[in-house]
């Protein structure tokens, strides 16, 4: 059974950024194409980001030229670097796999607020 643990999130003042951590125990990764999602409330869970076995990424257009996925093989750690952070990032953000999702860890909260 694969774990993911997100962590990173926090209380962060709008322009700042953060840079979001997914570990994945039970079962390597590498092989997969992972996503970041995000949940706002009241909102349907959303994609925001994914990278490729071979790191080829694509992004959400709300998120794109601010966000950055990347992810560490020998960690089993996928990333999501995320700058110039707007208000409306604020939300729950989850990693998985693109295809066939995992079961879903608890998420790290981020919220852009002055």
């Known amino acids: 059974q694969v774990q993911l643990v997100e962590s990173g999130g926090g209380l962060v003042q709008p322009g700042g950024s953060l840079r979001l951590s997914c570990a994945a125990s039970g079962r390597i990764v590498s092989i997969y194409t992972m996503g970041w999602y995000r949940q706002a409330p009241g909102k349907q869970r959303e994609l925001v980001a994914s990278?490729?076995?071979?790191?080829?990424?694509n992004y959400a257009d709300s998120v794109k030229g601010r966000f950055t996925i990347s992810r560490d093989n020998a960690k089993n750690t996928v990333y999501l670097q995320m700058n110039s952070l707007k208000p409306e990032d604020t939300a729950v953000y989850y990693c998985?796999?693109?295809?066939?999702?995992?079961?879903w860890g608890q998420g790290t909260q981020v919220t852009v607020s002055s």
């Open positions: 990278i490729t076995s071979g790191r080829s990424t």
């Open positions: 998985n796999r693109i295809t066939a999702p995992w079961v």
